[in-house]
């Protein structure tokens, strides 16, 4: 492969993210068709139940595409879901060759799509640049390995690491610009995790703000229609019937211990047995994963921050970190009650970027995790 197929990978990488926030449950994959060097045809995923990146590309390329190279982002499907295989749809249109980043990882492709293609007798080469297209997709792409999907954590502090007054105020900690950054990773979610203690205490909406939301209009409309789901964690099940989370702005899921007995009009209650006392974490994981939640986005207190963080369950935290101090008497950044410096975390620190008068901090907690390309 040559410096003209990496150029062709980028473009089609650069294509994927442009349907980042409207695939789910679906993989983004971008597709590129070039022919003696020129593009012919170029696309992304839609959403769920439309077309995926290759007939996109096709479509747009029409009786062009024969004889074509196609660059995808992730190997072509082999399957037929809610859409026919796109690996028939690419042996149908008579390309000649396909490059490709990554092999799809779900167990109903896994190489068959790469396999159907080079028995049609397409070239395939791959992978290339792979690193970077899975940075597109690391929900999907865990939910496939793991069968569980990449969690997200998001602080925001002082410099002196405190999230909010000893009253509960914490209104507001970081400015403008990092609230905005914050609905791009809701926006990304699947699920926003939250615990009771936070929604008795702010009374937390956890929804997407369309004004604050700097992305396209199409994207803006689809995730204005199919927000991410809002999961409130409550061991013993206090949250209040009349809490905002509880409106009917965004779907919430209510998880709760076996022994509660109570219903919450709108609001969809699952129980897990709870381990000394509290509510097993990895089991919510799993639970979310199973309803197809790629990615999911912790919006937590200290005691659940610390809880999710303790248990190795975090794959990249994202912190905000205002120039102010709020000095001692306010709540800290994480409760870990450690008590020897030989208990003391490691971080290792992807990113440092100025988001408004903030600073935000991409720390990668699980090994070969990437901080998303927000």
């Not at 042996?91 to 159907?116: C, M, N, T, Y």
């Not at 409309?221 to 009349?242: E, K, T």
Request: glycine residues 8%; negative net charge.
């Amino acid at each position: 492969m040559d410096t003209a197929d990496h150029k062709f990978m980028s473009r089609a990488i650069q294509i994927a993210r442009q349907g980042r926030f409207i695939t789910r449950p679906n993989p983004s994959v971008g597709c590129l068709l070039v022919v003696d060097g020129e593009v012919v045809g170029e696309g992304h995923t839609q959403p769920a139940g439309g077309l995926h990146a290759e007939r996109v590309a096709l479509a747009a390329a029409a009786k062009l595409a024969a004889g074509a190279t196609a660059y995808v982002s992730l190997e072509p499907c082999s399957h037929t879901g809610r859409t026919s295989p796109c690996a028939d749809a690419l042996i149908e249109a008579g390309v000649s060759r396909v490059v490709f980043a990554g092999i799809d990882p779900h167990e109903q492709v896994a190489g068959a799509g790469l396999d159907k293609l080079r028995l049609a007798g397409i070239r395939v080469d791959g992978p290339l640049m792979q690193p970077q297209a899975e940075a597109i997709n690391p929900g999907f792409l865990k939910r496939a390995r793991c069968q569980l999907p990449f969690v997200v954590m998001k602080s925001a502090s002082s410099v002196d690491g405190r999230t909010a007054m000893a009253s509960g105020e914490s209104k507001w900690i970081t400015g403008p610009a990092a609230r905005a950054d914050v609905q791009k990773l809701r926006a990304l979610s699947s699920a926003i995790i939250t615990g009771v203690d936070s929604v008795l205490q702010d009374d937390s909406r956890l929804t997407l703000r369309r004004e604050e939301l700097t992305i396209d209009e199409n994207s803006l409309d689809w995730l204005m229609a199919n927000p991410p789901l809002r999961v409130v964690l409550d061991s013993h099940g206090r949250l209040s019937a009349d809490a905002a989370i509880c409106r009917g702005e965004a779907p919430t899921l209510w998880i709760t211990g076996t022994e509660v007995d109570r219903v919450i009009s709108g609001v969809e209650r699952v129980s897990l047995p709870l381990e000394n006392g509290r509510l097993p974490l990895l089991a919510v994981l799993e639970l979310l994963a199973q309803r197809q939640c790629n990615q999911v986005l912790v919006e937590a207190g200290p005691t659940l921050s610390g809880a999710f963080l303790a248990a190795g369950l975090v794959d990249c935290w994202y912190l905000y970190m205002a120039p102010k101090l709020l000095g001692s008497s306010a709540n800290p950044l994480l409760r870990l009650p450690f008590e020897k410096m030989s208990e003391s975390v490691n971080l290792d620190i992807a990113e440092v970027r100025t988001i408004g008068d903030d600073l935000r901090f991409g720390i990668q907690l699980a090994e070969g995790a990437v901080c998303l390309p927000v």
